[in-house]
Each structure stands twice: as structure tokens, then as C-alpha cells.
């Protein structure tokens, strides 16, 4: 999945697109002028995909509510912290219908949200941004699974994020490469929603780009089979995967970030730029056996069978 400048898909991308070099394309809102125009541009990138005989693209947006919004005006009206204040998942499933519908008029068929991270204090990042439904893992749980629900009855794919959790961080892991160091036991609670979503049907589960050496300490976990692992054996998601945006900092250049986290067993790596070097270095390393044939069509049948289930 990639992203790309200005409010048309420029000619090279459409190309990439249409040799099946890629299968997602994330907006941003320097992409989003009206609804209009996105409709027309995820036309053009789905025509694209049509052209190759590709599936459909996953053409994603974060639109979570609050300050995390690609479409300025759109869904959902309330925060997650509003909507938890609430007391009433429901208010979380009608937010994140109205949500799925808006964005399904514009095209865009995947939501990078909900945020699932359990927030330990006031002082965290997610907390402080108005991200999190809270700090009571079951209320995470409930609003989210409702929000997704409703997302997902729209016909727009949800993504739990940021696994395995960062609700005690301090600084946004998109500025800088973040450590986390509890017990695997203070962690687990950070897992429920996951556990909850996992069973009810969630789309896609991205893995943050913190580290958490409680389960790996040599990587962080968008890059960690063990935390693969973790979520896929423990947590029981047998979903598809995605990374958060590789060009967060990793401690390792966004190409080798890319193998790293296909080698891993993710399903899904996310850039924010075009990535034509991160695509090229790793077709090289799937050439080369650096990752393994299993794990690639472990992960194009996983992203095949999403892609089926989308409304045409």
C-alpha cells in the first residue's frame, strides 16, 4: 500500500497498479479536495486494477474522528472519547455507519480505524489526541467492536490498531521509535479488544511500529514474528495485517523495514510515499528466497479473500 502527491494519481502509479506491483493506496488530505473529486480519483485508481485483471484495490484513509480525519467534514461527528462518554455503544455503531457510508460515496473502502488502545493515563499520546475510547479495556472493546460494526455494514473495511497496543505510550510512534516496557502482564489487558474484535469479525489489525520487548526485543512489532505470532496464535486473528506507515522511525531504512516486515509474516507493508525503491528492494528479496514463498501466498490468499468481500 502506498501513497502518492496531489489530488490525481499521477500516470506511473496507475501503471503500478495495473502490473499488480500494487494493491492499496492510501489518501491523505493534501489528496481530498471534495467527494466528488475523491470518487473520481479512486475511480481512476480502481480502473487501473480492472485494466491489469487485479482485484480491486484496498484504497484506505484514517478517519477516526476527532483531530484524525482525512475528509475534513465527514463522519464520524463524534470523537471516541465522546462516543464512550456516551455510555452507549450503540452511539459507536451509528457513528461508524454514518462513517462507512460517507467514505463509500467517495470511494475510499478501507477506514484505518478504530483506535483499540487502552490508554493508561491522561498523560499518554493517545489519550492526549483524543483517540482512545478509554482506559477500561472492556469499554475499548464494546465501542469499538460497535464502530467497526457499523463501518463494516457500510460496506468499508475496519482496522484495529495500533497492536499490540500503545495506550501507554508517551510520544506518537509516527515522531519517534518508542519502547514500551511493561510485563507481558500489564500488556494484557491492552489485548482484550483484540481478543473481542478477533471473534466478531474485524477486517484488518495493524501493528504499531513501537517496540515491546516484553514479546521481542530486537524489533519493533510491525516487524516482529513473535508478535506475529502473538496475535495469530494468542490473540486469534487469522485476518490480514498491515503495518503502520514504515516511514515512521524503525531504526532501519523504510526499504529494509519493508522486507523485514514481510519476512515477519505481515501481510500488508505501508508507505507513504510512492515506494517505487521499497517495492523494487523487496520484489529483490522474494526473488531471492529472503522471504519465504509460504509467507507470500499465506498473505496474498488472506488479501485475495478480503478483497472478495467488498462491495463491488
Same mark, same amino acid.
Given at each position: 500500500?502506498? /501513497?502518492?502527491?496531489?489530488?490525481?494519481?499521477?500516470?506511473?502509479?496507475?501503471?503500478?497498479?495495473?502490473?499488480?506491483?500494487?494493491?492499496?493506496?492510501?489518501?491523505?488530505?493534501?489528496?481530498?479536495?471534495?467527494?466528488?473529486?475523491?470518487?473520481?480519483?479512486?475511480?481512476?485508481?480502481?480502473?487501473?486494477?480492472?485494466?491489469?485483471?487485479?482485484?480491486?484495490?484496498?484504497?484506505?484513509?484514517?478517519?477516526?474522528? /476527532?483531530?484524525?480525519?482525512?475528509?475534513?467534514?465527514?463522519?464520524?461527528?463524534? !470523537?471516541?472519547?465522546?462516543?464512550?462518554? @456516551?455510555?452507549?455503544?450503540?452511539?459507536?455503531?451509528?457513528?461508524? &455507519?454514518?462513517?462507512?457510508?460517507?467514505?463509500?460515496?467517495?470511494?475510499?473502502?478501507?477506514?484505518?480505524?478504530?483506535?483499540?488502545?487502552?490508554? *493508561?493515563?491522561?498523560?499518554?499520546?493517545?489519550?492526549?489526541?483524543?483517540?482512545?475510547?478509554?482506559?477500561?479495556?472492556?469499554?475499548?472493546?464494546?465501542?469499538?467492536?460497535?464502530? *467497526?460494526?457499523?463501518?463494516?455494514?457500510?460496506?468499508?473495511?475496519?482496522?484495529?490498531?495500533?497492536?499490540?497496543?500503545?495506550?501507554?505510550?508517551?510520544?506518537?510512534?509516527?515522531? &519517534?521509535?518508542?519502547?514500551?516496557?511493561?510485563?507481558?502482564?500489564?500488556?494484557?489487558?491492552?489485548?482484550?479488544?483484540?481478543?473481542?474484535?478477533?471473534? !466478531?469479525?474485524?477486517?484488518?489489525?495493524?501493528? @504499531?511500529?513501537?517496540?515491546?520487548?516484553?514479546?521481542? !526485543?530486537?524489533?519493533?512489532?510491525?516487524?516482529?514474528?513473535?508478535?506475529?505470532?502473538?496475535?495469530?496464535?494468542?490473540?486469534?486473528?487469522?485476518?490480514?495485517?498491515? *503495518?503502520?506507515?514504515?516511514?515512521?522511525?524503525?531504526?532501519? @531504512?523504510?526499504?529494509?523495514?519493508?522486507?523485514?516486515?514481510? &519476512? !515477519?509474516?505481515?501481510?500488508?507493508?505501508?508507505?507513504?510515499?510512492?515506494?517505487?525503491?521499497? #517495492?523494487?528492494?523487496?520484489?529483490?528479496?522474494?526473488?531471492?528466497?529472503?522471504?519465504? +514463498?509460504?509467507?507470500?501466498? @499465506? #498473505?496474498?490468499? +488472506?488479501?485475495?479473500?478480503?478483497?472478495? #468481500?467488498? &462491495?463491488?
Amino acid at each position: 500500500m502506498v /501513497g502518492f502527491s496531489g489530488t490525481t494519481p499521477p500516470q506511473s502509479l496507475r501503471q503500478r497498479i495495473q502490473n499488480g506491483t500494487v494493491g492499496g493506496v492510501i489518501l491523505f488530505s493534501a489528496n481530498i479536495q471534495s467527494v466528488p473529486q475523491t470518487r473520481t480519483l479512486a475511480n481512476q485508481l480502481q480502473a487501473a486494477a480492472r485494466a491489469g485483471g487485479n482485484p480491486p484495490l484496498l484504497i484506505a484513509v484514517d478517519q477516526e474522528g /476527532g483531530s484524525i480525519r482525512r475528509f475534513s467534514s465527514a463522519p464520524p461527528d463524534l !470523537s471516541p472519547p465522546q462516543m464512550a462518554a @456516551s455510555g452507549n455503544p450503540s452511539v459507536a455503531h451509528k457513528e461508524g &455507519k454514518k462513517t462507512g457510508r460517507a467514505l463509500s460515496s467517495a470511494g475510499v473502502n478501507v477506514d484505518l480505524a478504530p483506535v483499540v488502545d487502552v490508554a *493508561t493515563s491522561p498523560q499518554t499520546f493517545i489519550a492526549r489526541q483524543g483517540r482512545s475510547f478509554g482506559g477500561n479495556p472492556d469499554t475499548v472493546a464494546s465501542f469499538a467492536d460497535q464502530f *467497526t460494526k457499523g463501518l463494516q455494514q457500510a460496506g468499508v473495511l475496519a482496522t484495529a490498531k495500533h497492536f499490540p497496543g500503545v495506550g501507554s505510550a508517551a510520544v506518537d510512534t509516527d515522531n &519517534k521509535l518508542e519502547t514500551i516496557n511493561a510485563s507481558r502482564r500489564d500488556l494484557d489487558a491492552a489485548l482484550r479488544p483484540y481478543r473481542h474484535l478477533a471473534h !466478531s469479525g474485524v477486517g484488518m489489525v495493524m501493528l @504499531s511500529t513501537a517496540i515491546f520487548p516484553a514479546y521481542d !526485543s530486537s524489533a519493533p512489532a510491525a516487524l516482529s514474528r513473535p508478535v506475529q505470532q502473538l496475535l495469530r496464535r494468542d490473540v486469534g486473528f487469522q485476518g490480514v495485517t498491515i *503495518t503502520d506507515a514504515l516511514g515512521s522511525p524503525t531504526g532501519m @531504512s523504510t526499504a529494509k523495514a519493508g522486507v523485514t516486515a514481510a &519476512k !515477519s509474516g505481515v501481510d500488508i507493508v505501508l508507505f507513504t510515499n510512492d515506494a517505487t525503491a521499497e #517495492s523494487a528492494t523487496l520484489r529483490d528479496a522474494a526473488g531471492r528466497g529472503d522471504v519465504s +514463498r509460504k509467507n507470500l501466498e @499465506s #498473505s496474498y490468499k +488472506r488479501i485475495a479473500a478480503l478483497k472478495q #468481500s467488498l &462491495k463491488p
